[in-house]
């Protein structure tokens, strides 16, 4: 049994459903099974362990998208390509996709996990700049194509997890094709 584990679990789907604040550090660990006292030995603080479980699903998300992402693609098909792979991340892990988008502006984020946070999104703003300068997309400030795109697939998820939307296939494409008629010019 991994305690760490089990507790970077619990605390997943307690922060997910119910928050940081909503989520005491004993109710996380009866979730995982240990004493409150275990937590301790492997985090130093509630806000330790929110922060450590940021970076591991950031982490995991960033890579789902962008492992062996061809650098060459052409724009439509690069945005096809990250948009299937956020969201298969997102059927895969909807609780960690939910935690992401609740703790992405929290001010208990540390500099480390604000940092992470900063280059990631830089990556993907770029694939906004070059559309922009390309004169594909919208001319609108980058980061506003990049809120409607985010904004969209998290609400597809929050929906589905709920029971109010099923992410068939074509539910997937049509919220593509509709977001991608939404940024171009």
């Keep these: 049994m991994d305690k760490r584990a089990d507790i970077l679990q619990a605390a997943l789907e ?33 806000e330790n362990l929110v922060n450590e479980l940021y970076r591991h699903w950031k982490t995991r998300l960033f890579e789902s998208i962008t492992a062996d992402l061809p650098g060459d693609l052409p724009l439509r098909a690069l945005f096809h390509e990250v948009w299937a792979r956020w969201i298969q991340f997102a059927i895969d892990h909807p609780q960690a ?41 919208k001319a609108v400030p980058p980061m506003l194509h990049m809120s409607f795109i985010t904004g969209v697939i998290k609400e597809m998820v929050k929906d589905a997890w709920a029971g109010r939307l099923e992410l068939t296939p074509e539910i997937i494409e049509q919220g593509e094709e509709m977001c991608w008629q939404a940024i171009r010019r």
């Design 14 to 46: 307690l922060f997910a459903d119910r928050g940081f604040h909503g989520t005491a550090v004993p109710l996380i660990a009866e979730k995982a099974h240990v004493g409150a006292g275990t937590i301790y030995r492997y985090f130093k603080d509630k």
């Design 97 to 137: 996709l939910i935690f992401l988008e609740a703790h992405h502006h929290s001010p208990y984020l540390d500099e480390i996990s604000e940092r992470m946070n900063e280059n990631m999104v830089a990556a993907f703003l770029e694939m906004m700049e070059n559309g922009c300068r390309d004169q594909i997309f």
